[in-house]
């Protein structure tokens, strides 16, 4: 009996053996494929608060870190647009130039070409990076501009301005009416600064459909860091340049409206006009640029600050694979050994016992 109960608890201690190794094998298995121990806060004791603060750390820098790299991607996208809006009112500024342009035939293609030139500065001003809009300050979710010939919008705007202007006079404009024409009360510089008295033909409205709180865009950076940028499509470089369009596309309207030396002073007026406009908003790109170095230099610090933490972190939670690995085969081999005893243990019966008393 005592031999049985032995036995038994030999078997007993046995099995708990294997289910320790078992147990150990599994973790360290776990650890060699993930690379982080299973149980990082057991080692740490009263250190583990440390651990937590470390995690929230990095959670905080993640989420600035998405932030401004955002930010950038929302720039870098203005930038190009902006390159584009350049690249358009260059190409037309350089034809209303040029000799040609001067004449009947080339004043109505020069005019073609200013609508085509609206058309496009409008369509990069609607541009959209990651479903929200650029140009339109924080109401992300509308497009700031609309289309040229939207009902009550740029193209109805122009014309319901020079109809009126057309009709008080009792017939077309001359050179010496295009002074009061763009600058006289309800005069067509009074839709570009919002003044007219018709609000619907003003440019926040006509032109630039977003709600503007008059408001920069701010970027959070830090905890209580933030950085701001402002560019709209209600910026005085984007009103100069779409004054400067209206007046070009203008020359296409007929002699009942303008005469000839009429076309010729807007064409001059509106060159001048363009020739601001693009100096405003290259200037307007170099603000632009400043932020962008800003914000990098930023995102190269945060991202500095969240390898620490990561590399502190891992201090505290990355396994030793190596070791690990050693101990794993070392426990296999124990394993193996313990499998065997208990296999002979549970061949030691009575009847493997008894010859042993008699002999």
């Known amino acids: 009996?005592?031999?049985?109960?032995?036995?038994?608890?030999?078997?007993l201690q046995t099995g708990w053996q294997i289910q320790s190794m078992q147990t150990q094998m599994n973790r360290l298995?776990?650890?060699?494929?993930?690379?982080?121990?299973?149980?990082?806060?057991?080692?740490?004791?009263?250190?583990?608060?440390?651990?937590?603060?470390?995690?929230?750390?990095?959670?905080?820098?993640?989420?600035?870190?998405?932030?401004?790299?955002?930010?950038?991607?929302?720039?870098?996208?203005?930038?190009?647009?902006?390159?584009?809006?350049?690249?358009s009112v260059q190409s037309i500024a350089n034809e209303a130039l040029t000799?040609?342009?001067?004449?009947?035939?080339?004043?109505?293609?020069?005019?073609?070409?200013?609508?085509?030139?609206?058309?496009?500065?409008?369509?990069q001003l609607n541009t959209q990076y990651e479903g929200s809009s650029l140009f339109a300050g924080d109401n992300t979710n509308t497009a700031p501009m609309q289309s040229a010939d939207a009902a009550?919008?740029?193209?109805?705007?122009?014309?319901?301005?020079?109809?009126?202007?057309?009709?008080?006079?009792?017939?077309?404009?001359?050179?010496?009416?295009?002074?009061?024409?763009?600058?006289?009360?309800?005069?067509?510089?009074?839709?570009?600064?919002?003044?007219?008295?018709?609000?619907?033909?003003?440019?926040?409205?006509?032109?630039?459909?977003?709600p503007d709180d008059g408001k920069p865009t701010t970027v959070l950076i830090g905890a209580t860091q933030t950085l701001q940028y402002n560019v709209k499509g209600n910026q005085q470089g984007f009103r100069d340049l779409m004054q400067g369009?209206?007046?070009?596309?203008?020359?296409?309207?007929?002699?009942?409206?303008?005469?000839?030396?009429?076309?010729?002073?807007?064409?001059?007026?509106?060159?001048?006009?363009?020739?601001?406009?693009?100096?405003?908003?290259?200037?307007?790109?170099?603000?632009?640029?400043?932020?962008?170095?800003s914000l990098q230099n930023v995102a190269d610090q945060q991202q500095a600050a969240a390898d620490a933490t990561q590399k502190q972190i891992l201090g505290f939670e990355q396994a030793d694979t190596t070791a690990d690995a050693t101990t794993l085969s070392t426990l296999q081999t124990q394993l193996q050994a313990t499998y065997a005893i208990t296999a002979q243990i549970s061949q030691l019966t009575l009847t493997h016992y008894l010859p042993t008393l008699l002999g």
Do not use: W
Not at 1 to 11: C, D, N, Q, R
Not at 103 to 120: D, R
Not at 195 to 203: D, G, I, M, Q, R
């Open 245 to 293: 369009l209206s007046m070009l596309t203008m020359l296409s309207a007929p002699s009942s409206q303008l005469d000839s030396s009429a076309k010729a002073a807007l064409q001059t007026q509106a060159s001048a006009l363009i020739g601001q406009a693009q100096n405003e908003l290259t200037a307007q790109q170099g603000l632009l640029g400043v932020t962008q170095a």
């Open 99 to 123: 000799p040609d342009s001067s004449s009947g035939q080339g004043q109505a293609v020069l005019a073609n070409e200013a609508q085509n030139s609206m058309v496009q500065v409008i369509s």
């Open 1 to 11: 009996m005592i031999g049985g109960i032995s036995t038994l608890g030999s078997m």
């Open 152 to 210: 009550g919008g740029p193209v109805a705007t122009l014309n319901s301005v020079l109809a009126t202007a057309v009709s008080a006079k009792g017939g077309p404009l001359s050179a010496s009416d295009i002074s009061g024409f763009i600058s006289g009360p309800n005069g067509l510089a009074s839709v570009f600064n919002d003044t007219n008295s018709n609000p619907a033909l003003n440019y926040s409205g006509s032109f630039y459909a977003a």
């Open 29 to 87: 298995t776990a650890e060699i494929a993930s690379g982080r121990k299973a149980d990082a806060l057991g080692p740490l004791g009263g250190n583990a608060a440390l651990l937590y603060q470390l995690h929230a750390q990095s959670d905080q820098q993640t989420t600035l870190q998405t932030t401004v790299t955002n930010a950038l991607g929302r720039l870098e996208a203005t930038q190009t647009a902006l390159s584009a809006v350049g690249a």
